[in-house]
């Protein structure tokens, strides 16, 4: 079947734009003018994944992207404007899965969604022990759930997978490189960027103190590790 995505941008040309790029791959397409639009159009049928302009009337996407991450936990990619950094850092902390800097050749915009779509798969882990536990965070491998002690704990498909590359390598150093290859792939081994954001919201959902965490440590200059437990 094919994937649906939905479209947010208050430009007409970017709207045609995107939607004649992606209908020509063999994708589904429905569109919204703006962040409000957006938010009815996702509650009203199923989408697999979102593109989202930041600069709207009524509700932008920041709002838009808040307001279904109350919710859902869709894969977003931010669409922003060429140096706007800080844009795109809000959109990721705010959630967003990926971000794509106009103008873009259709070329990048694909890959952006085809990598973003396959991340959304969450990974089998079948042939190991269903359930992990690192202090006070588990993980239930078999319905890919986490929790924090008692209260169970909301990620994205992408954040979900960074935290299995910690959790399968316990005590190992890993860096910045092979996260940003085996998570997002190979083309993203240089943004460390979305690493950092993602690492920041992972701290903030699994660590009782995200500024001295137990989970996800630093080693600075090396990498991130998940440090095994001390007997």
């Not at 397409?29 to 593109?51: E, K, N, Y």
């Not at 990048?108 to 022990?129: D, H, I, N």
Request: glycine fraction near 6%; charged fraction near 30%; hydrophobic fraction near 40%.
């Amino acid at each position: 079947m094919a994937k649906r995505v939905l479209i947010v941008d208050d430009e007409p040309r970017y709207l045609r734009l995107l939607e004649a790029n992606l209908r020509t791959e063999g994708y589904e397409v429905v569109t919204a003018q703006d962040g409000q639009q957006a938010v009815d159009v996702f509650s009203s049928q199923p989408i697999d994944l979102i593109l989202l302009d930041i600069m709207m009337p009524r509700l932008d996407g920041f709002g838009a992207t808040q307001r279904i991450r109350e919710f859902s936990s869709v894969p977003i990619i931010i669409l922003t404007a060429k140096g706007e950094e800080q844009d795109r850092v809000r959109g990721l902390d705010l959630g967003a899965d990926d971000y794509l800097v106009k103008p873009f050749s259709a070329t990048e915009l694909l890959a952006r969604v085809r990598a973003v779509l396959r991340r959304a798969q969450l990974p089998s882990e079948s042939g190991q022990a269903r359930f992990f536990t690192h202090d006070n965070l588990r993980i239930d491998f078999a319905r890919a759930e986490v929790w924090r002690g008692e209260q169970d704990v909301s990620l994205s498909a992408t954040e979900y997978r960074l935290l299995l590359q910690f959790a399968h390598n316990l005590g190992k150093i890993l860096t910045s490189e092979e996260l940003l290859t085996s998570v997002w792939g190979p083309e993203y081994k240089a943004d460390k960027e979305i690493l950092w954001v993602s690492i920041a919201r992972l701290r903030q959902k699994l660590e009782d103190d995200p500024h001295n965490p137990r989970h996800i440590v630093t080693r600075s200059g090396l990498g991130y590790l998940m440090p095994p437990l001390e007997n």
